[in-house]
């Protein structure tokens, strides 16, 4: 009877969540979300909302965990490739047409190699730092080796690696983005995802800060519905610029809902996350060291309290 009476009042409950997620998968499929109105971010359903790893978040400084994590290593992001570039109505991603594996672009990490799938962009940026929006950022988006598909791959914890990199505005126009923007103005027109070519070959490594070997590193979520928490996220720490007069040709592209003039998730909570940063020269070395130290402080304060006491 108790068992019987536990499982009433826990069907509602039970009823509740599938019906948040089952009505994300009608939403997904539909692709009826948006930055705004009655499908806005709030309203996304769920994992989006249940979620307690969620994406994008405010990078905090004040309140980072410190490590020599290893450098990202990125392998044939200085090989130039064609490419596509699509107004997908949520943002301007861009595809590579390569489909030899040995030329591929990818990352390594500590732990694994992850192959580059696309790239998109959002506008102002999605990741805060200190509170402080960006004018626009990129995510590489990739899938770990050792999974057939990025489909594959979204069921595994860490199953995808998204790199981001953070433009703040500059007075000065950003040539890198030259060739992008001409493509973002020829896809603008809204008539359903529409796919252009490239003029010219494109070379990811030139959205890339020239240092990319310091980064914020955490575990979160992808940024849109359906928002599955398999993402290791990497916020690369160094930035590049981006100008006005660039930033109103992403604004001006079109979606189903009229101009697109931003698509950035609100920040979501870190919880109890740790956000690690990752700097060469920070060792396990240089951490006893400062553990040393703050171990001798406290000894000294306590002797210093327990001579007071015996005063």
């Known amino acids: 009877m108790n068992t019987l009476r536990n499982f009433r009042m826990e069907l509602p409950i039970v009823l509740y969540i599938f019906s948040l997620i089952t009505s994300g998968l009608c939403l997904v499929q539909s692709k009826e979300w948006s930055y705004e109105g009655e499908n806005g971010p709030e309203n996304w ?20 965990s410190r490590a020599d994590l290893g450098r990202l290593k990125f392998i044939k992001y200085d090989v130039q490739y064609e490419a596509n570039i699509t107004n997908t109505g949520h943002s301007v991603q861009i595809d590579l047409n390569n489909n030899e594996e040995l030329v591929v672009p990818r990352i390594e990490t500590t732990t694994s190699t992850y192959i580059l799938k696309q790239m998109h962009f959002h506008w102002p940026a999605e990741h805060t730092v200190d509170g402080k929006h960006d004018a626009l950022e990129v995510h590489f988006v990739h899938y770990d080796k050792q999974y057939n598909n990025f489909s ?41 995802p529409s796919t252009a070519i490239m003029n010219l070959k494109f070379m990811p490594l030139v959205l890339l800060p020239k240092d990319h070997t310091t980064y914020y590193r955490y575990k979160g979520s992808l940024t849109t519905p359906n928002c599955l928490e398999s993402v290791l996220w990497f916020v690369l720490t160094e930035k590049l610029t981006v100008s006005d007069t660039q930033i109103n040709i992403f604004k001006n592209l079109q979606s189903s809902k009229g101009s697109l003039s931003f698509n950035n998730r609100p920040i979501q909570k870190t919880g109890c996350r740790k956000v690690q940063h990752h700097l060469d020269g920070y060792s396990a070395a240089s951490t006893t060291s400062s ?19 015996k005063m």
């Open 291 to 309: 553990n040393l130290l703050f171990t001798l402080c406290n000894l000294l304060l306590v002797t210093l309290l327990f001579s007071r006491h």
């Open 45 to 64: 359903p769920g994992v989006c909302v249940i979620g307690e790893n969620q994406s994008p978040i405010d990078i905090v400084t004040d309140d980072l």
């Open 152 to 192: 594959e791959a979204l069921k595994h914890s860490s199953g995808i690696v998204v790199v981001a990199s953070l433009f703040e505005l500059h007075t000065h126009d950003n040539h890198d983005l030259t060739p992008i923007l001409e493509g973002v103005v020829t896809v603008t027109p809204w008539v359903g």
